[in-house]
């Protein structure tokens, strides 16, 4: 059974928003090009409010206890969490949280839209504010969200990650510095 590892976590924050970024692995993949490193990306755990970043650690503490949780040490082990260091460690974190636009200093956020018809309305209005033709059958786009106020924007319309059949909408993150 596979086991996520958290390598590293950021936290952005602008008032009431909140942007939680987390840089995680399964503990049985493997790099391909680099074969003695375990694969990891930087994915979106959140975009939300203070309360809904609680209750995301509230949901991550059940994998914590079953140990499908766990954190990264060195270059190729790791370690279980405890349950009151992984709270303290996000409290921590959202203590020292960095402003929101500061998140495109250190990290760069593309989108891909790819949609063969949906039944969300909010997705509508989403498709029209970012101007996303309907080509061939699909509405379809790819871009980069260049500062904060797309970034609230995406979130407003769109979730933070979908796929089902022919239909996508994610963002993909990618870090500006090499050993985040």
């Known amino acids: 059974m596979s086991s996520t590892l958290e390598y590293n976590r950021k936290i952005y924050r602008d008032g ?19 074969k003695s490193l375990r694969s990891r990306q930087w994915s979106i755990r959140l975009f939300g409010t203070e309360e ?12 914590v206890r079953g140990g499908m949780l766990q954190r990264a040490v060195g270059w190729s082990d790791f370690q279980c969490f405890d349950v009151n260091e992984y709270v303290s460690l996000y409290r921590s974190k959202l203590l020292n949280a960095k402003p929101l636009q500061s998140a495109f200093e250190d990290f760069s956020f593309s989108y891909t839209i790819c949609l063969d018809g949906f039944d969300d309305l909010k997705w509508q209005a989403g498709l029209l504010e970012f101007d996303v033709p309907y080509l061939e059958g699909f509405y379809q786009k790819s871009g980069k969200l260049q500062n904060t106020e797309e970034l609230i924007k995406w979130f407003k319309f769109f979730p933070k990650y979908f796929w089902k059949d022919n239909q996508k909408i994610y963002i993909r993150i990618t870090s500006k510095k090499y050993r985040q």
Not at 16 to 34: E, M, R, T, Y
């Open 16 to 34: 009431k928003s909140i942007l939680f970024l987390c840089k995680q692995g399964d503990i049985n993949v493997w790099d391909v090009a680099n």
């Open 52 to 63: 809904e970043y609680w209750n995301e650690i509230g949901n991550s503490l059940r994998d």
